[in-house]
Protein backbone atom coordinates (compact mmCIF):
# COMPACT_ATOMS: atom_id res chain seq x y z
CA UNK A 1 0.00 0.00 0.00
CA UNK A 2 0.81 3.60 -1.03
CA UNK A 3 0.07 6.10 1.46
CA UNK A 4 0.23 9.85 0.43
CA UNK A 5 0.27 13.00 2.69
CA UNK A 6 -2.14 14.83 0.61
CA UNK A 7 -3.27 15.25 -2.80
CA UNK A 8 0.00 16.76 -3.61
CA UNK A 9 1.76 13.84 -3.17
CA UNK A 10 -0.73 11.76 -5.21
CA UNK A 11 -0.62 14.11 -8.09
CA UNK A 12 3.28 13.92 -8.25
CA UNK A 13 2.75 9.95 -8.39
CA UNK A 14 0.62 10.15 -11.67
CA UNK A 15 2.12 6.60 -13.97
CA UNK A 16 3.00 5.11 -10.82
CA UNK A 17 1.73 1.56 -10.22
CA UNK A 18 0.30 0.31 -6.95
CA UNK A 19 -0.16 -3.50 -5.55
CA UNK A 20 -0.88 -6.30 -5.59
CA UNK A 21 -3.28 -6.66 -2.71
CA UNK A 22 -3.47 -9.47 -0.73
CA UNK A 23 -5.24 -12.39 -2.17
CA UNK A 24 -9.36 -12.45 -1.89
CA UNK A 25 -10.84 -16.12 -2.06
CA UNK A 26 -14.29 -16.67 -4.22
CA UNK A 27 -16.36 -18.97 -2.58
CA UNK A 28 -19.70 -20.57 -3.47
CA UNK A 29 -21.08 -18.88 -0.20
CA UNK A 30 -19.94 -15.44 -1.63
CA UNK A 31 -21.59 -16.06 -4.82
CA UNK A 32 -24.88 -17.42 -3.60
CA UNK A 33 -25.27 -13.86 -1.45
CA UNK A 34 -23.94 -11.73 -4.24
CA UNK A 35 -27.08 -13.43 -6.33
CA UNK A 36 -29.57 -13.21 -3.40
CA UNK A 37 -28.79 -9.25 -3.03
CA UNK A 38 -28.86 -8.66 -6.90
CA UNK A 39 -31.23 -11.07 -7.60
CA UNK A 40 -29.45 -12.79 -10.46
CA UNK A 41 -29.64 -16.45 -9.69
CA UNK A 42 -28.64 -17.34 -13.37
CA UNK A 43 -27.73 -20.97 -12.86
CA UNK A 44 -23.95 -20.45 -14.14
CA UNK A 45 -23.43 -18.89 -10.44
CA UNK A 46 -25.58 -20.91 -8.21
CA UNK A 47 -26.74 -24.10 -9.21
CA UNK A 48 -23.45 -26.29 -8.72
CA UNK A 49 -24.57 -29.24 -10.25
CA UNK A 50 -25.91 -27.87 -13.32
CA UNK A 51 -22.62 -26.11 -13.77
CA UNK A 52 -20.49 -28.55 -13.74
CA UNK A 53 -22.03 -29.45 -17.03
CA UNK A 54 -21.96 -25.91 -18.77
CA UNK A 55 -19.23 -24.30 -19.91
CA UNK A 56 -16.95 -23.69 -17.35
CA UNK A 57 -17.22 -27.08 -15.75
CA UNK A 58 -18.18 -24.94 -11.97
CA UNK A 59 -19.97 -22.10 -11.02
CA UNK A 60 -18.66 -18.64 -12.01
CA UNK A 61 -18.61 -15.23 -9.81
CA UNK A 62 -20.67 -12.44 -11.34
CA UNK A 63 -19.10 -9.93 -13.13
CA UNK A 64 -20.23 -7.44 -10.64
CA UNK A 65 -19.51 -9.17 -7.66
CA UNK A 66 -15.76 -9.33 -9.09
CA UNK A 67 -16.22 -5.58 -9.70
CA UNK A 68 -17.79 -5.30 -6.47
CA UNK A 69 -14.52 -6.14 -4.32
CA UNK A 70 -13.03 -2.61 -6.13
CA UNK A 71 -13.82 -0.91 -3.03
CA UNK A 72 -11.98 -3.84 -0.83
CA UNK A 73 -8.78 -3.16 -2.53
CA UNK A 74 -8.54 0.53 -2.97
CA UNK A 75 -7.15 1.07 0.84
CA UNK A 76 -4.55 -1.84 -0.09
CA UNK A 77 -3.58 0.08 -3.22
CA UNK A 78 -3.17 3.81 -1.79
CA UNK A 79 -4.60 5.57 0.62
CA UNK A 80 -4.15 9.82 1.44
CA UNK A 81 -4.08 11.32 4.43
CA UNK A 82 -5.53 15.11 5.34
CA UNK A 83 -8.59 14.75 3.34
CA UNK A 84 -11.99 14.81 4.85
CA UNK A 85 -13.07 11.75 2.86
CA UNK A 86 -12.03 9.28 -0.21
CA UNK A 87 -15.87 9.03 -2.32
CA UNK A 88 -16.34 6.32 -5.02
CA UNK A 89 -17.29 8.87 -7.94
CA UNK A 90 -17.79 6.57 -10.58
CA UNK A 91 -16.13 4.10 -13.21
CA UNK A 92 -14.75 3.74 -16.85
CA UNK A 93 -14.38 1.58 -19.37
CA UNK A 94 -15.44 -1.92 -17.10
CA UNK A 95 -14.38 -4.98 -18.61
CA UNK A 96 -14.64 -8.84 -17.91
CA UNK A 97 -12.40 -10.71 -20.29
CA UNK A 98 -12.29 -13.83 -18.41
CA UNK A 99 -14.37 -15.57 -16.08
CA UNK A 100 -14.01 -16.10 -12.45
CA UNK A 101 -14.48 -19.44 -11.19
CA UNK A 102 -15.73 -20.35 -7.74
CA UNK A 103 -12.70 -21.56 -5.39
CA UNK A 104 -10.16 -19.32 -7.33
CA UNK A 105 -8.31 -16.18 -5.90
CA UNK A 106 -8.18 -12.57 -6.98
CA UNK A 107 -6.15 -9.63 -6.38
CA UNK A 108 -5.79 -6.24 -7.69
CA UNK A 109 -2.99 -3.62 -8.99
CA UNK A 110 -3.80 -0.14 -9.83
CA UNK A 111 -2.04 2.49 -11.86
CA UNK A 112 -2.70 6.34 -11.32
CA UNK A 113 -3.70 7.69 -14.63
CA UNK A 114 -4.76 11.35 -13.67
CA UNK A 115 -5.52 13.81 -10.58
CA UNK A 116 -7.75 16.90 -11.58
CA UNK A 117 -9.19 19.42 -9.86
CA UNK A 118 -12.75 19.60 -9.42
CA UNK A 119 -15.52 21.53 -7.56
CA UNK A 120 -16.24 19.27 -4.83
CA UNK A 121 -12.24 18.39 -4.21
CA UNK A 122 -9.85 16.17 -6.53
CA UNK A 123 -10.34 13.40 -8.75
CA UNK A 124 -8.29 10.72 -9.22
CA UNK A 125 -8.64 7.91 -12.19
CA UNK A 126 -6.96 4.61 -10.83
CA UNK A 127 -6.99 1.81 -13.71
CA UNK A 128 -7.37 -0.98 -11.72
CA UNK A 129 -6.80 -4.86 -13.02
CA UNK A 130 -8.34 -7.82 -11.12
CA UNK A 131 -5.81 -10.65 -11.64
CA UNK A 132 -7.30 -14.09 -11.21
CA UNK A 133 -4.00 -16.48 -9.34
CA UNK A 134 -2.23 -18.30 -12.01
CA UNK A 135 -3.86 -16.44 -15.17
CA UNK A 136 -1.91 -13.57 -16.67
CA UNK A 137 -5.28 -12.23 -18.52
CA UNK A 138 -7.34 -10.27 -15.86
CA UNK A 139 -10.70 -11.20 -15.04
CA UNK A 140 -12.29 -7.22 -14.17
CA UNK A 141 -10.36 -4.29 -15.79
CA UNK A 142 -12.01 -0.45 -14.96
CA UNK A 143 -11.22 2.84 -14.07
CA UNK A 144 -12.29 4.09 -10.74
CA UNK A 145 -12.85 7.55 -10.07
CA UNK A 146 -11.71 8.44 -6.73
CA UNK A 147 -13.03 11.49 -5.46
CA UNK A 148 -10.53 13.04 -2.51
CA UNK A 149 -12.87 15.95 -0.51
CA UNK A 150 -10.78 18.17 1.12
CA UNK A 151 -10.63 18.50 5.11
CA UNK A 152 -10.87 22.09 5.24
Known amino acids: MRTFANVQELKAAVGE ?7 REITQQRVDTFADATDD ?3 IH ?14 IA ?3 LTLSLLPSFLPELLTVENVAMMVNFGLNK ?13 RA ?19 VSIELEGERRPVCTAESLLLFVSSE
Do not use: I
Not at 46 to 59: I, L, M, N
Not at 94 to 106: D, N, Q
Open 17 to 23: TFGPTEW
Open 62 to 64: HGF
Open 109 to 127: TGELVDVKNSPAGHLATLK
Open 94 to 106: VRFPKPVPVGSRL
Open 41 to 43: HQW
Open 46 to 59: VDVDRAKEGPFGTT
